[in-house]
């Protein structure tokens, strides 16, 4: 079982930045990694970015690819998205969650998702 925490949303004007947080505890055995999505009022959830814990690779979705970073502090147990640029299209709940599966940016290969972080960026 795994539990997981996000933080580090709030309000930010375009052009902004923001460091979310996903600070984990259980254990993550038997994962691939860790991901971050999105979900904006009245639309699907969508992948961002995620993280393999073996080979420290990452991978993003065209549309944050130069704007954000997924990193990790192994000390800390917790997976970060460094969000720089930030644009209103940004706009959204986050969340991160542990990777189960092989493929990187569907969400149905993740699992033991957090409760979500807004990040509203304004114009």
């Known amino acids: 079982q795994v539990h997981l925490v996000e933080s580090g949303g709030g309000l930010v004007q375009a052009g902004g930045s923001l460091r979310l947080s996903c600070a984990a505890s259980g254990r993550t055995v038997s994962t691939y990694g860790m991901g971050w999505f999105r979900q904006a009022p009245g639309k699907e959830r969508e992948f961002v970015a995620t993280?393999?814990?073996?080979?420290?690779?990452?991978y993003y979705t065209k549309s944050v690819k130069g704007r954000f970073t997924i990193s990790r502090d192994n000390v800390k147990n917790t997976v970060y998205l460094q969000m720089n640029s930030l644009k209103p299209e940004d706009t959204a709940v986050y969340y991160c969650?542990?990777?189960?599966?092989?493929?990187?940016?569907?969400?149905?290969?993740?699992?033991?998702w957090g409760q979500g972080t807004q990040v509203t960026v304004s114009s």
């Open positions: 993280l393999n814990w073996s080979s420290g690779s990452t």
């Open positions: 969650a542990v990777r189960r599966g092989l493929v990187v940016d569907r969400s149905a290969d993740y699992d033991y």
